[in-house]
């Protein structure tokens, strides 16, 4: 089985900073692309930043200049660190994955975390 496994999630206040962490663990092989989503009750799941496994990112508008996603590939991990928090960055933030989990000629395949709360509020 494939795990991936999120923290750093908490209560901050506007203008501060947090750092998200996204450990995958199991039976993997390969890791593609990365990214972090999220998503706040009444409102479909938004992509906030990916990255690939050489390093090239894609943000959302809305966090350019704030958010900074990166990863470790001898970790399987991936970061996102936010800084100039906005109440509107408030949203439960999930870790994704592309993930092979064979040496056989087979595509990745997307695995999701639990999500982690982030609150951003005074």
């Known amino acids: 089985q494939v795990q991936l496994v999120e923290s750093g999630g908490g209560l901050v206040q506007p203008g501060g900073s947090l750092r998200l962490s996204c450990t995958a663990s199991?039976?993997?092989?390969?890791?593609?692309?990365m990214g972090w989503y999220r998503q706040t009750p009444g409102k479909q799941r938004e992509l906030v930043a990916t990255i690939t496994p050489t390093g090239t990112t894609n943000y959302a508008d809305s966090v350019k200049g704030r958010f900074t996603i990166s990863r470790d590939n001898a970790k399987k991990t991936m970061y996102l660190q936010m800084s100039s928090l906005k109440p509107e960055d408030t949203a439960v933030y999930y870790c994704n994955a592309f993930i092979r989990t064979t040496s056989q000629p087979i595509r990745h395949t997307p695995y999701w975390g639990q999500g982690t709360q982030v609150t951003v509020s005074s």
């Open positions: 199991g039976n993997i092989f390969s890791i593609d692309v």
